[in-house]
């Protein structure tokens, strides 16, 4: 660890520089505040002793220039003329501590070595961010992935809210954490809540939290998730699913930043960012009376939408190849690869469930082939489906493949209305009233499963 000291009394200087370099710190010193700052320009410090008053410079302004061009550097401020006043104006400008002269050797010491810790934690904790960014960092170089992984950096530095639209299994909450990560809020909290999985008469306790005795069984306080992610992110997943009492809260809550607990009607501020996510056309579900447009506008300020596997082919080799080398190694299995034929397949399927699918089914061949190249012997049956990309539906596929309810229901979905289509030779008048719906609906569900119009 490097450590400068600036002061104008060569004996202190001396002194300190001593102690340290036997303690097996690497110190050096000047004498003015202006050969001291050359050397912070010319080489790495950790560490700054500085006094308060020099030759040259003011100590107090000497120290604002030192943490506006190296904001990094911890400085310990020194006078002989010390002072309250001097000491919280030091502390205000970012100064770690404040010595007195004479100088307690002891002290001095104990400060460094909580310097060091303290430089050491936050070494290890930019490491571990850097680790987990690496968790969700967007894989591929297809043009979509390249537009969307800029999107995100532009707009994870601001308090925008988002909305992210995609597939099930697109990766849309990978995209919200990792706006947060890159964000400001990142050191604070990510809460999640799954809008679809947590019974609506739960919701608003969840959301906001209760006081004890709002209803039976609150025994205690209890803080809601959205007070508990003061100064971090809210990440509503599947908003589409929230219930019209709740999408009313919600927006008041966007509206005036305040709320209340269930069962008081005290004010609770809590400063979020809102990231929501969701893979139902909002815009339809406001034209069914299912959502709030209101809410709508207020959530949509930036949007984000994710790919589908199947339009960003090309990411399907980085993508095996990032999720062989993963399985591998949280299985304790040695390296493996796919021959070319396996691979011509997974790029050739149009994987419905998306990378998360794509991830299930190469985690599963890793584990269960025996060889080092996985072939087409330990491809899923779906994979050799000369109709797997097809419309037909196989529900012991669906199974086999552990889909979700809602994956296995926009599968259904796509495969009946192409079936429909098909019987009436595209005729979208007759297939609506098939269906009964509207044609408009129709033509909104044929864009959005990308279905020829004659179901073939």
Known sequence: MKILIIDDELNICTTIKDILDDEGYDADFSQNFSDGFKKLKSELYDIVFLDIWLPDKDGITGLQDIKTYFPEIEVVMISGHGNIENAVESIKYGAYDFLEK?????????????LKDKIELTQHIKEYKLDY?????????SPQVVELRNKIKKIAQTNARVLITGENGTGKEHVARLIHLLSKRSSRRFVEINCSAIPSELMESEMFGYEAGAFTGAITDKMGLFEAANNGTIFLDEIGDMDLSLQAKLLRVLETGEFTRVGSVKPIKSDFRLIAATNKNLED?????NFREDLYYRINVVPIHVPALRERKTDIPILVKHFINEACVV????????????????????????????KNAVERMVVLSDGSLITTDDAPSFLLDSQATSKSLDFENLITEYYPLKYAKDIFEKDYISKVLEKTNGNISKA???????RTYLHKKIKHYQIIKNGK
């Open 102 to 114: 004479p100088l307690s050797l002891d002290r001095l010491l104990l400060v460094v070595k909580n």
């Open 133 to 141: 960014l690496k968790k969700y960092e967007l894989i591929g170089n």
């Open 285 to 289: 579900e406001i034209a069914a009376n």
């Open 331 to 358: 299985n304790g299995l040695e390296k493996k690869s796919f021959d070319d034929d396996l691979m011509e397949k997974m790029i050739n399927y149009d994987w419905p469930g998306n990378v998360r699918q794509l």
């Open 432 to 438: 609506a009233k098939i269906l009964d719906i509207e």
